[in-house]
T-cell receptor
């Protein structure tokens, strides 16, 4: 079966712009979570959605937002980009709360210049 | 606070030998899950193995085994018969079985397998 698909794979944006990243989960998975990975901070939880509802949000500024659609696909948006937002953004899907079954996508590598 | 600690930033192992990657965790929750993921240079996080906090036996998945010592709060990954393709970053992670719905990751260990 198809895995978790993240688009685009690479993105270059300018400071002040906004960006939208997309994540298509494995068919049947209703939970989608997002993580930011940077060399300095490591892997940090951004937020998690289940059936279009955000169930938890990490410690990130309000510039980071997300949503989930009725088909479980999810998008995350970062507004007013800063240089420090340059990172690998990973999406993971699972049937419910994850537990055994977190499956990650290949990530979107965002570079802010 | 819930935390995962990986104290080995980098490790070398000779091909075909076994290697142990260390992971300790801190939580006051009685129920939690422990994971190991592999991240090659391509960036994708690949699930390797899972251990539930109430599981009596250590988890095994092919060449991967998890040495779970609950009293010491450690969950070390053992890779047997290392292969060149095992060279990657390895992350230990914990999932609290509460309402947080997230994984907490350690800082990772970079493993290099020498031919």
């Amino acid at each position: 079966k198809a895995g978790v698909t993240q688009t685009p794979r690479y993105l270059i944006k300018t400071r002040g712009q906004q960006v939208t990243l997309s994540c298509s989960p494995i068919s049947g998975h209703r939970s989608v979570s997002w993580y930011q990975q940077t060399p300095g901070q490591g892997l940090q939880f951004l937020f998690e959605y289940f059936s279009e509802t955000q169930r938890n949000k990490g410690n990130f500024p309000g510039r980071f937002s997300g949503r989930q659609f009725s088909n479980s696909r999810s998008e995350m948006n970062v507004s007013t980009l800063e240089l420090g937002d340059s990172a690998l953004y990973l999406c993971a899907s699972s049937v419910d709360r994850g537990g055994y079954g977190y499956t990650f996508g290949s990530g979107t590598r965002l570079t802010v210049v | 606070a819930q935390k995962i600690t990986q104290t080995q930033p980098g490790m070398f192992v000779q091909e075909k030998e076994a290697v142990t990657l260390d992971c300790t965790y801190d939580t006051s929750d009685p129920s939690y899950g422990l994971f190991w993921y592999k991240q090659p240079s391509s960036g994708e996080m690949i699930f390797l193995i899972y251990q539930g906090s109430y599981d009596q036996q250590n988890a095994t998945e092919g060449r991967y085994s998890l040495n779970f010592q609950k009293a010491r709060k450690s969950a070390n990954l053992v890779i047997s018969a290392s292969q060149l393709g095992d060279s990657a970053m390895y992350f230990c992670a914990m999932s609290p079985m509460d309402s947080s719905y997230k994984l907490i990751f350690g800082s990772g260990t970079r493993l290099l397998v020498r031919p």
